[in-house]
């Protein structure tokens, strides 16, 4: 890991005018440092306390495993990042270098969260450093993460003590003089950690000092990620299967008689998706709950925004219908995306208003990500589709006029530039009459990074989720079709016959139309490939790691 340094550069705090990351005024009254435990890969597994700092704090020392791409999620924008594994001359940093590192940014008048992997008080060196800030004058605090050491059996499948197993014991590369005659007894979980050769090297040890050579053995690497791998082996083999499948670090290997529990107790690499690349052709925001779900199937989600939304080109219709929905013009108003709750809502908050101008109005939404947005503003939609969650669908369930029960026929419809006329011609047919208002544009994005748009070209995503037909065409459109080999999945019939007229098979069609039953749907079809392959007698792949020369073609 590099060191990253943010665009505002932090002064000594003895200078005039010296401040911290966020803008405040330094000073040792703000001198702090904590000591977190980031958990072994899985940002799942940090604590909540460890949330609350990293939001909070001014400058990050981070060992390897927390990135700065998961770090985004909490930490500010203008905080400083420092890497605890190299020095500025490129040189690995020894155990006084960090301490030197931290106190020093602390000694600024600094708030630090020195991120440690797995827990601060194993294996990390926090008391080296801990007794550096004590030197220092620096208060600190420390907050356990979890460890390796049960964390990656616990991810494995493999339990580290059962009811004939109850001692263990933890070797690391550190151990220089180990008495592996203490760990030879069959009732003794051994747990080794460290790089491969070294792995190898220990257990070769731990077979010579008399442990039976057909005790099981799991090696997982990159363990809690979505990238783990375990390999099961026994004793004797162990540095041969080291050797032969080529297991990258972090490694931790598991010698004992609960390791034959993994085939029934493995939960996370049987995951429908587990380790698939998906692409997420939407925004951000819109897709935080399709990268979600995607996350709790065992996926790996990259978002490629492919439109831009902007506020019109006028903005004088929209003012015009807020005043109208303010003066009681409109029964209804329809909300067909999230964006037009987010344009009407930016527009409420432009005049002052809130809520409850909604009273007395009914709402319709088209789906339950669109009510879960009007929910939010705390408004409850008095129309939803009971089956299909579109435009034909909530037309089917609105209720036609009425010149009895409606003492007003009119219908206000904030929509997208490019919004089709389905629902608009419909209520009209059935006696209202409509406002269909431009409450936001929606204009193609700029094309994804030239190593995103290769891997959609060669293949090396698993899988693409299309939301809508304007998906398809903005993302064939701005970085080409998908490999034939990447599944590809829909979210309903018009948006699967989009897709089918640019070229490609959609294997994945969702049984409603919202994100969750789509991810739900493709987690099930990738559920599918792995009892076809077990059944086979076939090795587990993904579909990226079995991509054909040529691309898809429809039916």
């Known amino acids: 890991m590099t060191t990253a340094h943010t665009a505002c550069q932090s ?9 911290t990351a966020g803008g405040r005024p330094a000073s040792r009254a703000d001198a702090s440092v904590a000591f977190v435990g980031t958990g072994p890969g899985d940002p799942g597994l940090l604590t909540l ?74 294996f990390n060196g926090l008391a080296e450093e801990a007794l550096a800030c004590r030197k220092a004058g620096v208060p600190f605090e420390v907050v356990p993460g979890v460890s390796s050491v049960s964390a990656v059996p616990a991810y494995a499948g493999v339990p580290l003590t059962t009811a004939r197993s109850r001692a263990v014991h933890v070797i690391t590369p550190q151990d220089t003089k180990v008495d592996w005659a ?114 709790a199937h065992g996926a790996v989600s990259e978002v490629v925004p492919t439109i831009s939304v902007e506020p019109p080109r006028t903005p004088q219709q929209m003012e015009r219908a807020i ?23 930016e527009k409420f908050e432009e005049f002052g208003l809130d809520a409850r101008a909604f009273a007395g109005l ?21 129309l939803t589709p009971c089956a299909e969650q579109s435009a034909g669908g909530l037309l089917e369930v609105w209720p036609p006029f009425d010149k009895v029960l409606d003492p007003i026929n009119r219908v206000l419809l904030p929509r997208a530039d490019i919004a089709t006329d389905t629902l608009a011609a419909g209520l009209q047919q059935i006696g209202w009459e409509v406002d269909d208002v431009t409450a936001y544009r929606t ?60 070229g490609l098979r959609v294997d994945v069609l969702a049984g409603e139309a919202s994100a969750r039953a789509l ?27 079995r991509k054909s020369a040529t691309r898809r073609k429809a039916k």
């Open 11 to 19: 002064t000594r705090s003895d200078e005039p005018g010296a401040r």
């Open 49 to 122: 306390r460890a949330v609350e700092l990293i939001a909070g704090a001014d400058v990050l020392v981070l060992d390897q495993l927390l990135g700065p791409d998961v770090l985004s999620r909490w930490a500010r924008p203008d905080v400083e990042v420092l890497d605890a594994g190299f020095g500025e001359d490129g040189q690995p940093l020894t155990h006084a270098g960090r301490a030197k590192l931290v106190t020093r940014a602390a000694k600024a008048g600094k708030r630090v969260v020195r991120l440690m992997d797995g827990d601060p008080g194993t």
């Open 182 to 295: 203490r760990s030879s007894a069959d009732d003794v979980t051994v747990v080794v950690l460290g790089v491969p050769e070294v792995v190898g090297a220990a257990l070769s040890q731990l077979a010579q000092a008399g442990r039976d050579g057909a005790t099981p053995v799991a090696l997982t690497e990159r363990g809690t990620t979505t990238e783990q791998r375990t390999v099961t082996t026994t004793l004797a083999q162990a540095p041969r299967t080291l050797r032969e499948e080529g297991l990258a670090r972090p490694l931790l290997a598991v010698v004992g008689q609960s390791v034959a529990l993994r085939e029934q107790l493995s939960w996370f690499e049987t995951k429908p998706l587990f380790g698939w690349r998906v692409l997420v052709p939407r925004t951000k925001d819109q897709a935080a709950s399709t990268t979600q779900r995607l996350h």
């Open 323 to 345: 005043k109208g929905l303010v003066t009681g013009r409109y029964e209804w108003i329809g909300f067909t995306s999230v964006n037009a709750v987010r344009a009407v809502r």
């Open 362 to 382: 009914k709402v319709a939404a088209v789906g339950g990500v669109t009510a879960t947005a009007l929910r939010e503003w705390g408004i409850e939609p008095d």
């Open 443 to 502: 204009v193609r994005a700029a094309p994804p990074a030239a190593e995103v748009r290769e891997a959609i070209k060669i293949g090396k995503f698993d899988a693409v989720v299309f939301t809508s037909s304007s998906t398809v065409r903005n993302l064939v459109g701005i970085a080409g079709k998908p490999h034939g080999a990447t599944i590809v999945a829909c979210i309903g019939p018009a948006t699967a016959k989009t897709a089918e007229e640019h």
């Open 519 to 545: 991810v739900d749907a493709l987690a099930e079809y990738g559920t599918g490939l792995r009892l076809a392959a077990l059944e086979a007698g076939e090795p587990v792949v993904r579909p990226s790691q």
